[in-house]
Structure formats: structure tokens, C-alpha cells
């Protein structure tokens, strides 16, 4: 699918909706380049947060399993934002064979939320370690930052405006990731489970007082 | 709709004919009504969230929860300024043609009335249809172009308006259905045109034989009682020593129907048979009523017969392109003309056939006709033969095939019918030039 931008008010300067006259064609995106920076860092996050979280590694079953799921996860989602343009035809009853298959591929790569799959499969990664308060935080900002720049590289917004938005929120986040952080570094005075349930209540709560108390 | 330029629409500079598309004429317009929902990144931010959480939980670190913290900040952020999303919204969707003909671009025209939201459109072109430009624009406001390059009656598809708040975290959506348009034939080129030798008695353009009003000199004769003076031939009458005057051509026009031939369509689409047929018949159409004619259009196809009494002017082209777009291909029941009224196939008529000659009932239809004494002329449009083959059947076969088709053109010629054949490309006043230069004198 190509993309374009277009001018945010009519060319005859009336208001948006009581455009009469003809509206001007729409000029291509800033250049292929944008798309395919915004593509390229995708992947790279993504393939950066999986060697982030699999170091050392863990030859456990389950570790191993979640590293290959986020891995084919990552793949599969920088695929999918790689085909992003191939439209799909019409008519596929009288195709060959290997073009039904391509297509049957590009369906799969479509249909499944493969961001989703490799969070999750990344945070049960990191949760087979011991604990690593500094290295978790650096993996959410991480993991956050490759949902966002996968965003802008399959909506075609533009990156500063959107992220100039972000900023307080950003922000107000890296402070909580810090604070969980230092919290998870407290030694327990009182060993027990009790105790670190109580730890990771305290976060919680200074999670939501933040994003309850901060302004939009 | 434009009429194109002798020599086809698809000719001439796109960009250029793009640009000049113009204004679009309204089509749809109203309050629509939104559907907003959380956008695929809210839906991420909060697995991310979730996922964070219930791992911190289950192992007790608090760390995990931390990074449950800045998704769950923006999903917040944006749940809390989003009181101001409109349920209706004033859309417009414009087209700047609802006909058109073969290979014209043409444009849809998308605004919204917001400015508080990111507003995207995505065209989804439908059967048939070539979009021209970019499917995807960001923006309040957009235009698409298309084309489409074969007639008929054709979907232009949909158009999908979504709108995302500034964190992009929730979009609306609404889906708007274009409505159909109407893509003529492109009328082949043709300039000229066959006239009859016996033209019915009517003010017209083309010169009888018969002397008359006209502004064509046509002779001499003795000045009688009641000639206008200014017709006296002065040099004339002073060599003969008696009066004489100057007697000008009658000008007269005459009845075309158009025979299309819509049983067969075969060949490649787009360069088909019928394709060809009905391209001719518009070129004829024009070319007939520019030249002040009545044309009527009689179509042979799935059904029995479709058929438009002749008459004049541009609205009557516009009226048999409108019955050639109804054109279906398929096995025609007999229809046999001799039931038609006098109106659809007026006494003296110049018929005009368009046809690939492969039905063997509009072949005698066609027989039927000259017998009951119409001018006929046929445009052969068959421009695509059996494969070829290497098998001693299939040559045979082929063999056989082209000879019936010989025999077929044979026997109308045999009976006073010409048949020219025409490839779809060179103009129309080619394969008709022998038939253009002096009147068709038909016997009965």
C-alpha cells in the first residue's frame, strides 16, 4: 500500500469538510527512506531486546523456548512490516500453486499479533534469571521503545510529533521504571514472601498514583 | 465526461489530464456516525502492561511491575483526554465523473470536518478498477484518482476514513461505499462517413442527386417564370443569348442503424470482439449524428434483441452507449429483425453491422435483411483465431474453421453486403474508404 501526506487544511484554504473545490493531489511521503528507517529500527529493537533479555543464557527448557518464540515472533514482525506494500489480489481461486502459498504466508504474517507474542514471550525470558532489577528496567524501556517505533513504521505518522506528545508520559515512565528498579534493590528486612508481595504492591500503587495524578 | 479527441482518451500527457480533472460533483455527504475503538498500539501497550504485571506477581518482582509503568501511563493519558471524540462527524465524498469513458481518469474527492484528529483515508479500489495514485493519504482532506480500462458498469469501492486522537492510542472508523459509474466504450476514430444513393426526403447535410435548396452546384437550366433573379448564371445566359440559371443539390440526410453483434465475445479482454464491436459502434454514432444523421443502435445478444429508434443530437449518442453498455454476451434465442417496428429499422436505412460473423443465426439474420432490401455494410471485428496446434485434427480442424469463415463473408458479399474487416486500432475510415468516396448505391 503506498502512503502519502497530505496538506492538514484544503488548498482553496476553506475548512476541512466544506471543500468544494478540487483538492491537490497527494504529494508521496517524505521518501521511501522514512519508511524504511522507521521498518529497519523496528527490527533492530526487537533484535536488540532479544539479546538483551537472553543473555547469559539460560539452557533451560522453558528459557530456550521462550528465546525461539520471541525470536520467530521478532522475525515474523519485522516480515510483516517488510510486506507491509504487497496488496493482495482479488481473485486467488486460479493462482499456482506457490503464489496460493506466498499468500497464505502473508495472510499468517497479517493476522497473527506478533508485537504481542514477543512481549510477552521476552518478559517470560527475563523472568527465567535471577533477578536483575537495573537490567529488567533497561528491557521495558526497550521493549516500549520497539512497540512505538513499530507503531510509526506501519502507520506512517510522522516520528517527532508523535513522540513530541509522548514526552511527558515518557518521562514520568523511566522515573517509575527507575523507582521499581530501586525498589526491587531494597534489601528485604523481613525475609519472606510476604515481604516481596508487598514490594511489588508498593510499585503497583506508585504506578498508579503516577498515572493518575499526571496531567495530559 | 469529456469527449475524447479523435485518436482515443489514453492518448496525451496523464499527469496533465489528472491535474485537470476539476471540481467534484457531490455524492455523498452527512453527519456519519463514528465507531471508536482502541487502536492496535493501545492494544499492545496494554498486553505489554498486563503481561509486566502479571509476571511481577507471579515472581515477585517489583522490578517487572516497573516496567507495567510507563504503558500503562499512556493508555491512562490518553483515556483521560479522550472525552472530546466526537460520535458524528460532517463528511463529504465527491466524484468528478460519474461517466466516463474507457482509460479517462477520474477522481474522488474525501474531506472531514475535524481538525482535533489525525485523519487518514484508505481507497480500496474495486473490480475493475486501476487506482492512479497513492491508496493511502494522511490528512483532512484527499483526492484519489482511477481509471478504468474497460467499459461497463463498474464499483468504484470504498473509502475508509480513520481518525486517531494525539496519542494514536484510539481510532474511529467509518467505511463510505462509492457509488457505481457508468465507463463507456471508447468510440473508435472515424471521420468520415458511407452514404446512401437514395436518400429519403429530409433536410440534411449530405448532397443527393436531385437538385434542390442546397448550396452544392449542380447545373444549368433555362430561367422560368418565378426563379430567384440572383440564380441567374449571367455568362451563361449571355453565350446562349437566352436566360439561364443555376440549380444547386439537394441536401438531405438519412436513417443509420447500428447492428452490434453481442452473441460472441471472444478474444482477449479489453481487445475482444465485442470490445471492438461496441468501440465501432460509438465512433459510428459520432460520426453519423455529427454529420446531422439519424442513428438508432440495435444490439443481438443473450435475450433476443435490445434496440433505440433512431433520431439526432449529442443526448441520442449518450442513448446508444447506454444500450451498448447494456450489451450481455451470450447465446441469443433467434431473434429474428423482421419482428422489429418500423421505428427501430426505418425503410432505406443505412445498417451498419458490427460482428465477428460467428453466429450462425445473425449471419441468416443478416441475409434475411438484404433480401427485404436494407443497405448493409458489415465490419468484421473477429481479430483473434483457434490456437494453433500441431496435431493432425487441430490443423485440420483449423483448416476447416477458417475456411467456413471464408465462405461466410463470401456468401454476403455474394448477396451485396461488404464486409471490411477492422483490427481495432487503425481509424474506422480505413477499412470503409471504398465505401466513403461515392454514395452506396444499393440494389434491391
Known sequence: MTTAQQPQTPPDGSAPGQATGPARPAPPRTGIASAVGARLAAMLLGAASIAWTATPLVHKGAAQFALTIAIIAVVAGALRLAFTDIPQPEDRYFLPGYLQAWLMFLGLLRTVPWEEVAVVALLWLEIQHPARPWHTAALGAGLLAYLLTTHIAESGAEALPLLRGHVKPLIAGACLLALAAGFAMIPTTSPGAGSAILRVLAAVAVIAAAALVLPG | MTIPSPGGPAGGDQASAVASLGASSQVQADQARISWRPSRHARRLLTLAVAALLFALVTRNPALAGVAGPPLLLLGMARVNGNGRPERLGIRVGLTATRMYEGEPAAVDVSVADDQHTARWSFEPGRGIDPGSAVAVNGPAARFTFEIPRWGKRAVGTVTLSLHDRWRLTEGRVTFTLPAVDCYPSPAVQRTEVVLARLPNRLGEHRARVPGDGTEFNGIREFVPGDRQRAINWPASTRRGRLQVNTFAAERSQDVVLLVDATTDVGTPGESALDLGLRGAAGAARAYLNGRDRVGVITYQWGGVRWLAPSLGRRQ????????????????????????????????????????????????????????????????????????????????????????????????????????????????????????????????
Not at chain 2, 417496428?341 to 432505406?348: S, T, V, Y
Open chain 2, 317 to 444: 449518442l449518450y442513448r446508444i452507449i447506454d444500450v451498448l453498455l447494456n450489451a450481455d454476451t451470450g447465446y441469443a434465442r433467434g431473434a429474428v429483425f423482421s419482428r422489429l417496428p418500423r421505428a427501430a429499422l426505418p425503410p432505406g436505412a443505412l445498417v451498419v453491422a458490427l460482428s465477428p460473423l460467428l453466429d450462425g443465426r445473425f449471419v441468416e439474420a443478416l441475409r434475411d435483411m438484404r433480401e427485404r432490401g436494407f443497405a448493409l455494410i458489415v465490419v468484421d471485428v473477429l481479430n483473434t483465431q483457434p490456437p494453433v496446434r500441431r496435431g493432425f485434427a487441430d490443423v485440420a480442424a483449423r483448416r476447416v474453421w477458417q475456411m467456413e469463415q471464408q465462405a461466410i463473408r463470401f456468401s454476403l458479399r455474394e448477396l451485396g453486403v461488404p464486409v471490411v474487416p477492422w483490427d481495432g486500432v487503425a481509424p474506422l475510415d480505413i477499412p470503409l474508404a471504398p465505401y466513403t468516396r461515392r454514395p452506396l448505391v444499393t440494389r434491391r
